[in-house]
């Protein structure tokens, strides 16, 4: 198997305040379950009309390793709901309570999923609605699979969620025993039950090359009885890096949701990674468009119905429309910019020439003798409408130069270039 980026899961800290009477299987398949509800809440997923939360078994089989047998998924998932958690918690009025709940409250099994309810409690606490309950810490959900051991787990997972601490709470054996869920008749020797339930789990942790943390028990002693016990932990280096479940192509990068391995194989094998992105970000765009409207949404069934009705290819073949018509409008742009700087540049030299002849005729105007000079003033103001000539008797009253006025000097030019100028 390839090296690929560890799954990280949140462990709420009260959560480890239980007895963990199921088996390390069903541990582990609890633990994933509230991961799971966890993923649906930061989504913003409802349940189904049912009040189910729906999980492919093909991701839990991702996680777990190997694909565990029906029979065994229900017997598992039917000891969840039957075992009873005892757990013992602040009330809002901050009073002590104690509650009793199932690690699940009901399940559905069905070929490809299954669907889940957890306690009213347990969802406050994945929630963050328990204010008692808000620090999450992290756990490598690999490094946790990979304790084949009950009490290692159990232990590992109670020191993770105090590792900021540097140590866990204080327990009687009494107590401790309750935690791990030992039945009375169940290692009642004292030095057995210390070397099978305490000791050898610490060493197992220690000596784990993909645990993350080192763990040392501390005993309370009452002359040799051993009457209680707390766990010390302190992050080490791992001497074997973990492996997760599986590492997303780059091209499901964008899901909401994760997609299993399986179907990402199969997906790859059908479509390019560009149609597989396209289809991502179609389902996606459809998903939020629905949550606008104030719907539920179910993002796992949008990504199915997606890629098998290939909303990718539209999605491209859109965009390739619409880009090509953004090329095209740009082309069309440009084209007129250049007609119109052409027309602009054309009309300024037109007028830059006809400047140029009017003054040219001025000029040779002005090198006429004066009896012509007059002539050619008389038969301009002959034909000068009326507030052209008024302007140029002004100037003769005045004895000025009829041309320093704009009004009589262009149309002068005019003049003179239709007579041959």
């Known amino acids: 198997m390839k090296n690929q980026k560890p799954v990280v899961l949140k462990t709420p800290q009260s959560i480890v305040h239980i007895k963990h009477t199921i088996s390390l299987r069903q541990y582990k398949y609890w633990v994933l379950l509230l991961r799971f509800y966890r993923e649906f809440f930061e989504l913003k997923e409802e349940s189904n009309k049912k009040g189910f939360y729906c999980v492919p078994i093909a991701k839990i089989s991702d996680y777990m390793g190997y694909n565990p047998m029906k029979t065994e998924l229900k017997a598992d998932f039917e000891a969840l709901r039957k075992e009873p958690i005892i757990i013992n918690f602040l009330d809002k009025d901050g009073k002590k309570a104690t509650g009793g709940m199932g690690f699940i409250s009901e399940w559905e099994i069905t070929s490809k999923t299954i669907a889940f309810k957890i306690p009213s409690f347990l969802e406050e606490v994945m929630r963050g609605e328990n204010e008692a309950t808000r620090i999450f810490q992290l756990l490598n959900w690999s490094i946790f699979n990979s304790f084949n051991g009950k009490y290692e787990a159990i232990i590992y997972k109670l020191c ?3 590792i900021g601490v540097g140590r866990t709470p204080y327990m009687t054996i009494a107590e401790y025993r309750d935690y791990i869920g030992l039945k009375e008749n169940e290692y009642t020797e004292t030095r057995d039950f210390t070397k099978r339930c305490i000791s050898n789990p610490v060493i197992s942790i220690n000596k784990n090359e993909m645990s993350d943390i080192e763990v040392s028990i501390e005993f309370k002693r009452t002359g040799r009885k051993v009457e209680g016990l707390y766990f010390k932990a302190k992050e080490r280096k791992q001497t074997s ?5 599986f590492e997303p192509h ?6 909401k949701v994760a997609i299993s391995i399986q179907d990402q194989n199969k997906y790859l094998e059908a479509m390019l990674p560009e149609e597989i992105e396209a289809t991502i970000q179609r389902a996606n765009e459809y998903g939020e468009s629905i949550k606008a409207k104030g719907q539920k949404i179910q993002m796992g069934g949008i990504y199915h119905k997606a890629f098998l009705e290939r909303w990718g290819v539209q999605y491209l073949d859109q965009h390739k429309a619409e880009k090509a018509d953004a090329v095209k409008k740009l082309e069309s742009r440009k084209e007129q910019d250049t007609q119109a700087q052409a027309k602009k540049t054309t009309a300024e ?9 009017f003054q040219k005729a001025f000029n040779d105007f002005l090198l006429l003798p004066e009896n012509k000079q007059e002539e050619l003033k008389q038969a301009f103001f002959e034909k000068a409408d009326s507030a052209i000539q008024t302007k140029i008797k002004d100037a003769q009253r005045k004895q000025t130069n009829i041309f320093t006025s704009p009004l009589v000097a262009s149309p002068f030019k005019v003049f003179l270039v239709e007579n041959g100028f």
């Open 160 to 162: 993770k969620d105090y």
């Open 241 to 245: 890096l973990p492996f997760p479940e």
């Open 250 to 255: 780059k091209a499901f990068a964008f899901a």
């Open 349 to 357: 030299q037109v007028a830059q020439d006809k400047k140029a002849l």
